[in-house]
């Protein structure tokens, strides 16, 4: 088990990543962050949206499923949102440069950092 200080630095270790985050998304705050090149309180409390309107979206929709991840695709970069699996309500936020990243291989990390997450 992975405290959240040790789940971002091992997000960081990736290539191409800028920043990263676990957000609380019942509030849209921040429980860590890491990282340069984006404002992560205005990402958390936006991402915090994004994950609100894709699960309201779903309920409409009568999906009975959960959400692995999402992935928003900038001209630069990569934005990995991902809901833990270990707590309800949080999910890790993941910046990668979309020059210098591989992108399975992130979405992989994000994975694995959310299997070892401790709360």
């Known amino acids: 088990m992975a405290t959240v200080k040790q789940s971002l630095d091992e997000l ?11 957000v609380d998304s019942s509030s ?17 409390a936006g991402n915090t949206e994004v994950m609100r309107a894709k699960v309201k979206t779903m309920r409409a929709l009568g999906l009975n499923d959960v ?7 900038l001209g630069k970069q990569y934005h ?8 309800d309500g949080v999910f890790i936020y993941f910046v990668l440069d979309k020059a210098r990243a ?8 994000v994975q ?4 070892e997450l401790n709360f």
């Open 12 to 22: 960081m270790n990736s290539d191409g990543a800028l920043c990263a985050a676990i």
């Open 67 to 73: 959400i692995d991840d999402m992935l928003i695709t």
């Open 102 to 109: 591989n992108l399975a291989m992130a979405r992989r990390k």
């Open 28 to 44: 849209g705050m921040m429980l860590g962050s890491v990282g340069t090149g984006v404002d992560m309180e205005v990402a958390a």
């Open 80 to 87: 990995i949102i991902r809901p833990s699996s270990r707590k």
């Open 112 to 115: 694995d950092v959310d299997k």
